[in-house]
């Protein structure tokens, strides 16, 4: 089993008191006290606050270097330059490398003031990037590492942990790095352990989100695998334990227990289902080889980092012949790098109407579909949560998006603009795909408008969502107006565009739906993400009421002449499961919930 289901009990069970106090230096090098505490005790909770701050942290190898060699570990961690080489041309300012004399210099002024009790956590701009194959040796340790002295890695795409704290010999306190040049954001992490020992029982603390709600409240569990079971698991909720924590300002903590089962085996954690940049280009590469007459991809633009903004579109060629008139779904997703689900739905979104499914099939005749699956991927790569490499959160910057700064966001209003320009070309919908780091199912965000039969128009698709998708609920869809929304991708383009064209944003929860009359939380999994998107785009199909299209394609042709050979079922264009008479069929109608059956 990955899982560790007796480690908080084992333990906590340890009492082997420490008998004497012991020194440690703070964070500023100042000598502080501590009282005796318990070796091994588990995660810290409000019980524990009446003991002193953590032990004197872990001795570190020296060796410990980024790839680049650009920056050496320091004593309390280190940080490692992105392994893009693209990366290393634009560095943010946060990433810049000073030299041996200035850090001195810093700890002899930060010496003269012992900070304030209980405020150890220390300022996030000491983390200035990802660990990186970084060893954490007991304290006082001299020997030649061994199995069960951690490695930690988050030098790889989207991976994100910027600091390894061992509080003990089972317990670690993990700092995610923030943003890139954006020290407000730090929720997404994404780490490597290796060089474990079998049976060896573990706690991490996650000890430095920026938010105070979490999902892990409601039993969210971070996510695991490991190279001899690559498949994503969620970790058993009795296992983690989100508290407010008085060792770090009275933030909140996320505790996981853990226990290695495997030596050879290298283990990934992450906040949620990573999907990376080069794993999206792997996608696309794969659709775009499959040479569909209906399928288009183009190079809207390119980022800070020189990375591909795609474009995708997906319709009938007749279509796109010129002067044809064209109704146009535009659907974009990952403007926050971190919502990693978005990308999930959208690939069941994309995956669908490229099928040869029936309702595809008609969804391609009668509309044009443009995707922009990644707006942010620079953030995709660096492993951060909300912002861009330069720290801008894009979905606020809709009104006036820099050509130099937000390349990607400019270039998708620059062609949204065109398109509303074009007399022969109506944009019906636009759809931002996102995750939810609070809420549970999956709902959608819509505009106000002083016109009630504008605003009632708006309610119809999230309606049928609703009944299309067990996990769409529609009274967790609200519609407003907000100030701090006014630059976000529906606030924007719903006032920029007129009375026939519909703004939504679209969120997934992180972590799970609860179906209706049921009280009990389903987790999702990759696969359920990309169902919700197959549901979304079966949606248009009964919004547009093209379900007499559908049925024309799947009625069969009847036989002329009795001695004709029969045939088992007619030559369509879809698959042969979609026929009425084959097993396990359907036919289309608002009340069929999963079209995924018909693949």
């Known amino acids: 089993m990955l899982s560790c289901q007796h480690a908080v009990t084992r333990l906590q069970g340890r009492n082997a008191a420490e008998t004497q106090p012991c020194r440690r230096l703070s964070r500023d090098g100042v000598s502080r006290r501590e009282g005796p505490r318990a070796e091994g005790a588990g995660p810290r909770t409000h019980a524990s606050s009446q003991r002193a701050h953590r032990h004197t942290p872990a001795v570190r190898t020296p060796a410990a270097r980024c790839p680049s060699n650009r920056r050496a570990a320091s004593s309390r961690g280190s940080s490692c330059q992105p392994a893009d080489p693209i990366a290393h041309s634009l560095l943010p300012p946060n990433f810049r490398v000073g030299s041996e004399a200035e850090g001195q210099q810093k700890m002899a002024e930060r010496s003269q003031t012992a900070p304030e009790a209980g405020n150890d956590l220390g300022n996030d701009d000491t983390i200035g990037g990802n660990v990186s194959k970084y060893m954490v040796l007991p304290t006082g340790y001299c020997g030649q590492p061994k199995k069960g002295h951690l490695i930690f890695d988050a030098c790889f795409e989207s991976g994100n942990l910027g ?148 474009l995708l579109t997906i319709t009938s060629p007749d279509n796109l012949r010129e002067g044809a008139e064209k109704k146009v779904v535009f659907i974009t997703g990952r403007v926050h790098p971190g919502e990693t689900p978005s990308s999930f739905v959208c690939q069941g979104i994309i995956d669908f109407l490229l099928s040869q499914h029936p309702i595809a099939c008609a969804l391609r005749e009668h509309l044009v579909f443009k995707i922009a699956p990644m707006l942010n991927p620079d953030g995709v790569y660096l492993g951060n949560y909300r912002c861009s490499l330069m720290g801008f959160d894009l979905n606020r910057h809709w009104l006036d998006p820099s050509p130099w700064a937000h390349p990607t966001l400019h270039g998708v209003k620059q062609l949204i603009i065109q398109m509303y320009n ?61 100030a701090v929304k006014a630059g976000t991708g529906r606030r924007f383009l719903g006032g920029l565009l007129d009375h026939t064209s519909y703004c939504y944003t679209l969120e997934v929860s992180f972590y799970s739906y609860i179906i209706h009359g049921s009280t009990a939380a389903v987790p999702y999994t990759e696969e359920a993400y990309m169902k919700l998107g197959r549901n979304v785009a079966r949606t248009f199909l009964d919004y547009y009421r093209l379900n007499p299209m559908v049925e024309k394609v799947t009625i069969p042709m009847p036989r002329l002449r009795k001695e004709t050979p029969p045939y088992k079922r007619p030559l369509l264009r879809g698959p042969a499961s979609s026929h009425p008479n084959s097993k396990g069929g359907k036919k289309s109608s608002v009340s069929h919930k999963d079209p995924s059956k018909s693949f």
């Open 422 to 482: 074009d007399p022969k070309t109506s944009l019906e919908f636009y759809i931002d795909i996102h995750a939810h780091s609070t809420m549970m199912n999956g709902f959608m965000y819509g505009n106000i408008f002083e016109d009630e039969e504008r605003f009632q128009r708006q309610a119809i698709f999230p309606k049928l969502l609703c009944q299309n998708a067990e996990d769409f609920s529609y009274s967790s869809t609200s519609f407003n107006r907000d």
């Open 163 to 310: 600091r390894v704290d061992q509080v003990s010999e089972f317990e670690y306190d993990l700092f995610i790095r923030p943003d890139t040049c954006n020290p407000r954001f730090r929720v997404w992490f994404n780490f490597t352990v290796e060089n474990v020992k079998e049976s060896q029982r573990v706690i991490f603390n996650i000890v430095n989100f920026s938010k105070t709600k979490s999902l892990y409240r409601d039993g969210m569990a971070p996510m695991v695998k490991s190279t001899s079971r690559p498949k994503w698991q969620r970790l058993p909720p009795k296992n983690v334990y989100y508290y407010r924590c008085p060792d770090h300002r009275k933030n909140y903590v996320m505790s996981f227990a853990f226990c290695f089962d495997r030596e050879e085996d290298i283990y990934q954690f992450a906040y949620c289902y990573p999907y990376t940049y080069t794993r999206f280009q792997h996608y696309l590469d794969s659709l775009q080889k499959r040479n569909m007459d209906y399928f288009f991809r183009e190079q809207l633009g390119q980022s800070v980092q020189q990375r591909h903004l795609d």
